[in-house]
């Protein structure tokens, strides 16, 4: 009897340790998206408050620095001067010039190769370039984009923690993500580990929205082994792959270094590049599930080796380039016939028009709307003042509108 009340102890032990470690992803994710932070704008006060926090979280959980100084990579920049100039690396501050901050911890198992695990934590501040409000100044928190995915890149730094020995492993949280992928492309050029033996690249950015189980992995194309290997672990999910390395997050930066590379994502939102991305809006019970298929892929792979490259067709080359928007959020987790719309931005055209957040796009003009490829061409016909008429599927019904670009 003795024996058994001692085993219920240790189990109710271990079921509170488990507890605990579980709600750091929604605790990570309370400190990232809290209004004290001004919304991690690259460069910002707010934005070092979080790097010193996930610099913190690594130290705790034993994981050593791996940046240029300790945890830290820092990296000068001189912004975009326009819509059409390129942001410049420099190598030292200057007037008008702002310093981003990548965080790095490594795991090392003394092996011959590493794999990247990682998240951007920067986001848009008071709004800035890229901010889809129209209202008064507000900060963004940006909780889906991207606090939710460093949560998870943290909880899935508690489980590596020796396990899957036979790759060494490094996280990183990156800064400059929202100005066009600088933290990651500045490492890649600057690595702290030798680039040739890095194995494979996972990167979460935006994963705090699982709705109707639908999972998107991006990157699926870059190594022969991934669709294999996220078809058989899965047990949880819809999945929508794409099989391009090119996409707008920070795996681009390494698959352009001949790097295999999988991006994980649960879609776009009304609330996205707005300040109502908040905390509370987050399933974190969705985020634990995440958390747990990766891992599961990364424990698969761990007696694999170095994974293959394949170079796959950059999908963002072929799209027909376009002057005019319908000014909505397109549910790129959709698979049925159309271009289904997942939030209608205000002020723009298709508010204007009377269009609405679940209306799916069939016809634009002369064009059959059948998918996003065929959205962006129907859109491609157009300049701004042209009008045209736009059927939309609505409660299962047809319903026509006049949107005037």
């Known amino acids: 009897m003795k024996q058994y009340f001692i085993l219920i102890f240790f189990l109710a032990l271990i079921s509170c340790n488990i507890e605990k470690q579980d709600s750091k992803i929604q ?12 919304g991690r704008g690259t460069g910002t006060a707010g934005e070092r408050l979080a790097s010193e926090y996930i610099a913190n979280r690594f130290k705790k959980l034993g994981i050593a620095p791996k940046g240029d100084e300790g945890y830290f990579q820092e990296f000068n920049f001189k912004p975009k001067t326009g819509p059409h100039s390129e942001v410049k690396f420099i190598n030292q501050k200057e007037d008008g010039s702002i310093t981003g901050r990548n965080v790095l911890g490594f795991i090392d198992n003394k092996a011959e190769n590493t794999v990247v695990i990682g998240a951007h934590y920067d986001h ?21 984009d991207n606090a939710s995915g460093v949560a998870v890149m943290l909880n899935l730094a508690t489980k590596l923690k020796k396990e899957n020995t036979n790759n060494n492993y490094l996280f990183m949280a990156f800064s400059g ?17 030798d680039t040739k033996k890095i194995n494979y690249m996972i990167n979460m950015d935006m994963v705090g929205r699982l709705k109707d189980s639908t999972l998107a992995v991006y990157g699926t194309g870059t190594s022969p082994i991934w669709r294999q290997t996220i078809s058989s672990l899965n047990d949880d999910f819809n999945l929508v792959e794409k099989e391009s390395g090119v996409g707008p997050s920070d795996h681009t930066s390494f ?49 694999n080796g170095k994974l293959v490259f394949k170079k796959t067709i950059n999908e963002s080359e072929s799209a027909p380039r376009f002057k005019v928007t319908l000014g909505v959020i397109p549910d790129y987790l959709f698979e049925g016939k159309g271009m289904r719309i997942d939030g209608v931005s205000d002020g723009k055209s298709a508010e204007k028009a009377g269009i609405i957040k679940g209306d799916v796009v069939v016809k634009m003009g002369t064009i059959e709307i059948v998918d996003m490829m065929s959205y962006m061409i129907g859109l491609s016909k157009f300049e701004k003042g042209n009008s045209t008429t736009v059927e939309v599927l609505r409660d299962g019904k047809i319903v026509e509108v006049k949107v005037t670009f």
Do not use: C, W
């Not at 298929?293 to 761990?302: A, G, K, N, R, T």
């Open 27 to 38: 605790e990570d994710v309370a400190f990232l998206a809290d209004d004290k932070l001004e």
């Open 177 to 193: 993500e929202e100005m066009g992928l600088l933290g990651s492309n500045y490492f890649v050029k600057n690595a702290t580990v």
């Open 124 to 144: 848009l501040g008071y709004g800035n370039e890229g901010s889809l409000y129209r209202g008064e100044k507000a900060i963004h928190n940006g909780a889906d």
């Open 255 to 303: 698959y352009l270094n001949d790097i295999p590379v999988l991006h994980f994502f649960t879609g776009q939102h009304e609330d996205y590049h707005k300040p109502s991305d908040d905390q509370e809006l987050l399933n974190y019970e969705g985020m634990y599930q995440i958390s747990d298929y990766i891992f599961s892929i990364v424990s698969d792979l761990d007696n």
